[in-house]
Each structure stands twice: as structure tokens, then as C-alpha cells.
């Protein structure tokens, strides 16, 4: 059964809401997304993220309304300490979050990676089986806080639309060499 009118009109009518580890749409459809990273494919952690009416709009409007899927979606990485916030945009999120945009400080790729997510199944949508890889280079360590998932390639790039973001339960010091791999996906269920 097609539910597009009825989601149209709970996004409409503002029938949704953010709760922690997602959002609630009309108090049955949970949307929640996750950040994965390793360090040369170790050390696997996973980090809970933070979908902000950015990002919330944004979904609904390419899902549900007329919008047309962007040309690509990237993932950046930052160094504040900070966590984000329902108001981050992408117009603001470098500055808010001081993303890593160096190529000496930082990592070697020429633009943000680009997130390349498999079809989705069972309700989820992600990019684990082949994740985004950030070639480090620096004199000795970068600190990573977090990442963050955007329609803008350019890094501390400020168009575009920001999906997601998160801060990392604890910052990952990643040395010169090292490749630092994220993968995001993003789960839609019934509550």
C-alpha cells in the first residue's frame, strides 16, 4: 500500500519529531542513522548520529515530494569538540564543527569521499561494504571528533544540504599514513 499522501501531510503538518537515536514520524516510523570507523580496518567503532531539520526536510522532500536526488552525497570529517546540532546546515557545519580540509594536516583525497551506498534492504540504507577511505597525512596525528554526511564534494564546502552528523564517543588519533574508513547508514522501521 502507498502511504505518500499520508507522510506528505505528517511532514506538512510538522507530525514529527526528534528523539534520541532518530526521528518519529507520526509516532510510528522511527528514522535513525549510525557512523561506522576503523583505522586501517581495525578498531571498529560505531557512533549513533544526529539528523538535523536540514537533513530531516531534505529526506522527505526527495522521498516524498518533487525534489531530484543529488548529483552526489560525501562524507567530511572535523576536529571540534562539539556536538551537532538540530540547526546545523551545510552552509555552516565547517565553521561550527572545524572540519579537517588540509591536505597536509589532514587527508590526501582531492574532495570529501564520496558515500556509495549498496540498495537498500530490510528498511536500511548504507555504504558498509565499501566505505568512504581517508588517506591521512600529516607531521604526526590528527585528531578526528566526528563526520558528517552532505550533497557538497567540495571540502569546507558550504552548499548543498547536510543529511547527518555525529561526534564520535571518543576522538580518534589517526598518524600520518593511516587509512581512516567511515561508513553511515540510515534505517527507516516501524516504532
Not at 537533513?55 to 516524498?64: H, P
Not at 551537532?84 to 587527508?107: K, L, M, R, V
Not at 599514513?177 to 547508514?185: H, I, K, L, N, R
Request: hydrophobic fraction near 40%.
Amino acid at each position: 500500500m502507498n502511504h505518500t499522501k499520508e507522510l506528505m501531510k505528517f511532514y506538512a503538518d510538522g507530525d514529527y519529531e526528534v528523539v534520541d537515536g532518530g526521528i518519529l514520524i507520526h509516532r510510528s516510523a522511527l528514522a535513525r542513522g549510525r557512523y561506522y570507523h576503523t583505522v586501517n580496518g581495525e578498531d571498529e567503532r560505531v557512533d549513533p548520529n544526529l539528523l538535523p531539520t536540514e537533513g530531516i526536510n531534505y529526506i522527505l522532500d526527495i522521498a516524498l515530494g518533487d525534489v531530484v536526488n543529488p548529483a552526489g552525497i560525501f562524507l567530511a570529517l572535523y576536529s571540534g569538540a562539539v556536538s551537532p546540532t538540530s540547526n546545523w546546515t551545510a552552509a555552516n557545519f565547517s565553521s561550527n564543527a572545524s572540519e579537517i580540509t588540509s591536505q597536509t594536516e589532514g587527508y590526501s583525497n582531492a574532495t570529501r569521499p564520496a558515500w556509495t551506498p549498496a540498495a537498500a534492504a530490510a528498511g536500511v540504507i548504507g555504504n558498509l561494504a565499501t566505505r568512504a577511505t581517508f588517506n591521512v597525512v600529516c607531521t604526526s596525528a590528527i585528531n578526528v571528533a566526528g563526520a558528517a554526511l552532505l550533497t557538497d564534494g567540495t571540502r569546507g564546502g558550504t552548499s548543498g544540504k547536510l543529511y547527518s552528523a555525529t561526534r564520535y564517543q571518543s576522538v580518534r588519533v589517526i598518524n600520518n599514513g593511516d587509512s581512516f574508513e567511515v561508513g553511515y547508514e540510515i534505517e527507516l522501521t516501524d516504532s
